[in-house]
């Protein structure tokens, strides 16, 4: 954890987070009370299911990206209704306004659902409902971005794609952006090039996640297939010096996730997650939780990680805030609304951490 005035200024800044799964939220006392709720038995020959306890200590050994993903993806199961999946992003807006989280860019993974028979409609209906209410009642506003999951066939994740009800949401702007998540390894970006050039000719935002556990070769595919305006993760663009110009230059923003990188193995700490190279190859990036609930930490503890392993100044983390304000994928207005607050945040602060 970071020193205590340290934390209190980390608290205190406005917050985008750019990369985020909501199902990545699902803590394990939410998962053991909608499981009760709609009869889904828990694997009782996995001992990690016997107490909510035991589950989250099991989430701390992760031992590779599938490792996680196989728990992700059972604990889908027990979304069921709109209720649920209202009651899973509600709880994740409660944490990120106690972290300063202002504005909030996050993925859902329609597949997921859909292959259980629950309708695209319930998912997003609850999702909705949940952000409304975010809204309203803590000041923070979000973006929905659909993401797709690259280790399925891109066929199928072409046939979700124009579904009519994908189709509306993207149409309505419920939905304002692609997204590409799940094993990486084996499935470079160039696979779904399909989608993403009919995803750009609808005017919708782009991003894939690329560079976690697959090479720099996958964030350039991203780039030169995919035209997205933005990495996740990408922290394998250190391995490549022309390639980390390139995005310096174009100002392609990165979501760094340090905690998920440590938890899934990618980086030994939060110490070699390559974030003053970043910053001082003039890369921008933002700092984000992914999966909160299975990484050990909502978005302030990846800040305190990140400044307890990295000791950053002020400025440093002004630069890391703005960057990560203006590229959002929100309207002028909103990021003017959150520079004014950042502004003030660093003044207040300037004197206290420096005097």
Avoid at 2 to 30: D, N
Avoid at 85 to 109: K, N, P, T
Avoid at 239 to 254: A, F, P, R
């Amino acid at each position: 954890m970071c020193q205590s005035a340290f934390h209190s200024f980390l608290r205190a800044l406005p917050k985008c987070e750019h990369h985020m799964h909501l199902e990545g939220a699902l803590t394990p006392a939410l998962l053991f009370q909608l499981a009760l709720r709609n009869d889904i038995q828990l694997p009782a020959d996995d001992p990690a299911y016997r107490s909510h306890e035991a589950l989250l200590a099991r989430y701390s050994r992760f031992t590779s990206l599938d490792d996680f993903l196989q728990y992700y993806y059972f604990a889908t199961s027990v979304l069921i209704h709109e209720a649920d999946f209202e009651a899973l992003a509600w709880d994740y807006f409660q944490h990120a306004s106690r972290d300063g989280v202002v504005h909030a860019e996050v993925f859902f993974d329609p597949q997921a659902h859909l292959a259980r028979g629950i309708t695209y409609s319930t998912v997003l209906s609850g999702f909705t409902k949940a952000r409304e209410r975010a809204k309203v009642e803590l000041g923070i506003t979000s973006e929905l971005i659909c993401c797709f999951l690259r280790h399925l066939p891109s066929d199928d994740c072409m046939e979700v794609f124009t579904r009519d009800d994908v189709q509306a949401s993207f149409e309505s702007r419920e939905v304002i952006g692609i997204g590409l998540d799940s094993s990486e390894k084996g499935f470079p970006p160039s696979l779904f090039k399909q989608i993403y050039s009919r995803a750009k000719a609808k005017g919708l935002h782009l991003t894939a996640h690329a560079g976690e556990e697959g090479p720099a070769e996958y964030i350039q595919d991203a780039l030169d297939h995919l035209d997205v305006e933005r990495i996740d993760h990408g922290i394998r663009l250190v391995e490549d010096t022309d390639l980390m110009q390139h995005v310096q230059q174009s100002g392609t923003m990165l979501s760094v996730c340090p905690l998920s990188n440590v938890v899934l193995r990618c980086v030994g700490s939060v110490k070699d997650v390559p974030i003053r190279t970043f910053l001082d190859k003039g890369v921008k990036f933002s700092i984000n939780s992914d999966d909160p609930a299975y990484f050990g930490g909502y978005v302030l503890e990846n800040y305190c990680q990140v400044q307890a392993e990295h000791n950053l100044s002020i400025n440093h983390w002004e630069t890391i805030s703005k960057n990560a304000i203006e590229g959002s994928w929100c309207n002028e207005e909103r990021k003017e609304v959150i520079l004014s607050k950042l502004a003030k945040v660093i003044t207040d602060w300037q004197g206290k951490l420096n005097g």
